[in-house]
């Protein structure tokens, strides 16, 4: 796979930035689910970042629009089709299952691109990364178990696993899990096109192709779009230009430059910024297992940055 050997900035700070923009989504998400329901955050969401994104694209870069066809097009509804899912999946796993089931599932994501690279793209793990995907991996386990489980001098105990594949919280780590495969299909099918055409054609395409996909099923199914007040609307608006148009567009821009198995990687430090704006905002306190498993992760990180690398 083709790099750009000389990014025009590092594509590790850009990484950071979109880290730390799209770990605002938790905190919005419980904001907004106070009144909408989920598929409609999903495609409210994107909705509004393709109208954002609908000037740039239709005039600024209406000749490189013309210019994606064929094969290309084809992966961009996909990387579309895999959004879609992957927002499906993950927002609505939070109805059925706790947070603690959801997270660790979802945390699975950089496994299922470690997996799936060589294949798909060819892209050989570097020995660092290996290291630094399953230092990070158990970080985000601990996260996640952080709020069913109970450190102490005596150990750790957890409670609630019993229910783990009982009745609707079975059905919520199944989305979960889904969740985790598809954003997995998404970073894969977008490290394989985005770098052919300018972010803003691409992300246009894809953000179009997954709100189209969600607002069919959100009308299919009569859910309400409309009614909420002016505080959810700004939670939605919010989802949109933070987590969407800065976060996931920073993951795009990045794929170019890197390896995707990397890049699925540093994703894993979302949890560390939802844990804190949790705490600032929901007044939700980091647990010690939480502060501990943010510590893991950010050092499976640096394990994996070390990995030499012209664009990194």
Request: charge should be positive; proline fraction near 6%; charged fraction near 10%.
């Amino acid at each position: 796979m083709h790099q750009n050997p000389k990014p025009p900035v590092p594509p590790l700070l850009i990484l950071v930035i979109g880290m730390i923009a799209a770990s605002t989504a938790g905190v919005l998400i419980r904001f907004a689910q106070r009144e909408a329901d989920s598929l409609v955050i999903s495609a409210v969401r994107l909705m509004i970042a393709v109208l954002v994104l609908s000037p740039l694209a239709l005039f600024r870069y209406r000749k490189e629009m013309g210019r994606l066809r064929g094969e290309d097009l084809k992966l961009s509804f996909l990387a579309g089709i895999f959004l879609a899912l992957h927002f499906a999946g993950w927002i609505s796993s939070l109805q059925f299952t706790s947070v603690a089931s959801s997270v660790v599932l979802v945390a699975s994501t950089p496994l299922w691109v470690a997996l799936a690279a060589p294949i798909i793209l060819r892209e050989t793990l570097p020995q660092p990364v290996k290291i630094g995907m399953i230092v990070a991996l158990f970080g985000g386990v601990l996260v996640g178990l952080s709020t069913a489980c109970q450190l102490s001098f005596s150990g750790v105990s957890c409670e609630g696993f019993a229910a783990f594949f009982q009745g609707n919280a079975f059905l919520g780590n199944v989305l979960a899990l889904g969740g985790a495969i598809t954003g997995a299909g998404y970073l894969l099918v977008g490290r394989k096109i985005s770098g052919k055409y300018p972010l803003v054609v691409y992300i246009f395409y894809v953000y179009g192709s997954a709100a189209a996909i969600l607002l069919a099923v959100v009308l299919f199914l009569g859910l309400p779009l409309t009614g909420f007040t002016i505080e959810t609307y700004g939670f939605l608006v919010a989802l949109a230009l933070i987590p969407q148009l800065l976060g996931h567009s920073s993951y795009n821009w990045a794929l170019k430059y890197l390896p995707v198995a990397y890049v699925s990687v540093v994703l894993l430090a979302e949890p560390i910024g939802s844990t804190t704006l949790a705490y600032l905002f929901l007044n939700e306190p980091p647990t010690i297992l939480e502060i501990i498993g943010g510590g893991v992760i950010l050092s499976g990180i640096y394990i994996a940055s070390r990995s030499p690398s012209p664009s990194s």
